[in-house]
């Protein structure tokens, strides 16, 4: 029996020496490797400057702290997410409040952000959902039309924009577009993930980015992500161990998750030959879809109406109701290890004093109830993407 695993890392030689060459080089914490990435990461998306951290739930964490959005302040986001995206607006002390997702698509729907959003409400985080982006053109239009009451809080981001905050949990779309730019260049901030499962991985890692609409404060909004990830210190570990530079101050209290140099190497190698990882999940992509377009019973991603390309990070199947659970575990005895994308925000225990049950959420619950997330991974052959599409069609045309 041939085994098929979820997302296996995509690691070749190359990504092994580049580890091996920074644990010779006497230099292994964040570093000019580091440095690299993230200039070479600002190239592939389209932005001026990037800022990479330990993961994307450190870079939305230190985006939320360093807009000063905290106690009183509402977080507008959806809950076909990983716990993630709402832990972070959590831990900041602000209220979550979740919108249902717009039919025929995995995003936030617009509409009910715009009934959601009150005098309270400092930012939108919408969830580019298996790497397709969400439509922030509306998003940013519900924002510039909340210029008129908006009241920032004083010496934050917020008076700079003078409206709300658009970001986007970026987690899955590196690579992805949206009406001709890159994710990353069009919320007003981006962060993305290289967990181990991401298309593009450091093992744990993630960055922040912001689109040109914030340009004149690049230099304050990297400073204050900088000093926010590095206990407030401000100089790096590398800058206090050149010559003579051992003092330092603490500006603010702040937090650790700087991303390292042995993490770092894994991604520029990575990045290095992304596109081509792109092209490998593209093209098994078309194959799913080809082997199951016309298929009586499944049905294929749907494509979100506006322009865009995604990263084709996952592949939602969509299975008629009752057969999500039986269909993973038959597949599981085959050896195919499928997932779900996601269990509800509301449906787990940390968040019942939220108080929204699945009731709120029609189309988000009905999602759900009929998704499995199919093996995709750029490194997989295409022999892994046939055994999926022969088990998965003797499956089904056996019934459940
Ligand atoms: C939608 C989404 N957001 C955020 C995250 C968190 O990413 P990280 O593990 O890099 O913190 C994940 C990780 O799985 C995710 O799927």
Redesign the pocket.
């Known amino acids: 029996m041939r085994k098929v695993s979820f997302s296996p890392p995509d690691i070749t030689e190359k990504e092994i020496q580049a580890v091996t060459d920074v644990l010779r080089s006497g230099w292994i914490t964040t570093g000019p490797v580091t440095q690299r990435f993230e200039e070479e990461l600002a190239r592939f998306l389209g932005v001026s400057r990037v800022v990479c951290m330990n ?4 870079g939305m964490e230190m985006v939320l702290r360093l807009w000063g959005i905290g106690p009183g302040d509402e977080v507008i986001t959806t809950p076909l ?2 716990a ?2 709402l832990n972070v607006i959590l831990h900041v002390g602000a209220k979550p409040v979740l919108v249902d997702i717009e039919p025929g698509t995995y995003h936030i729907h617009p509409s009910l952000v715009a009934k959601a959003i009150t005098k309270r409400t400092k930012a939108i985080l919408a ?1 580019d959902y298996g790497g397709w982006s969400a439509d922030y053109e509306r998003l940013l239009e519900l924002a510039s039309a909340s210029r008129g009451y908006f009241r920032p809080k004083r010496n934050t981001p917020q008076e700079w924009l003078g409206r709300i905050l658009v970001m986007a ?1 970026a ?2 779309s590196l690579g992805a577009t949206y009406k001709g730019k890159r994710v990353g260049a069009v919320a007003d901030v981006s962060v993305f ?3 181990a499962v991401k298309n593009l991985t450091t093992a ?3 960055c922040v980015t912001w689109s040109d609409k914030l340009q004149a404060y690049d230099e304050r909004i990297e400073k204050g992500l900088r000093l926010l990830m590095l206990h407030g210190q401000n100089k790096t570990a590398r800058e206090k161990y050149e010559g003579g530079g051992w003092y330092y101050a603490i500006e603010l209290p702040g937090y650790k998750c700087n991303l390292t140099d042995i993490a770092s190497a894994i991604g520029l190698s990575q990045l290095g030959r992304y596109e081509s990882m792109l092209a490998r999940r593209k093209a098994y992509t078309q194959r799913y879809n080809q082997a199951f377009a016309n298929h009586p019973l499944v049905k294929i991603p749907f494509h979100p109406p506006w322009e865009g390309e995604p990263s084709y990070h996952l592949y939602p199947l969509r299975v008629p109701p009752g057969w999500r659970d039986p269909l993973l575990k038959h597949l599981a005895l085959a050896g195919i290890q499928a997932n779900v994308h996601f269990i509800p925000l509301y449906s787990h225990p940390a968040y019942r004093s939220l108080g929204y049950t699945a009731k709120d959420f029609p189309v988000t619950q009905a999602f759900y109830e009929g998704e499995i997330s199919l093996p995709l991974s750029s490194s997989h052959t295409p022999e892994d993407i046939e055994t999926v599409i022969d088990v998965l069609t003797t499956i089904v045309s056996q019934g459940i």
């Open positions: 993961s994307a739930t450190a997410t990983f993630a995206t969830v949990d987690a899955h993930s290289f967990h744990e890692g993630g």
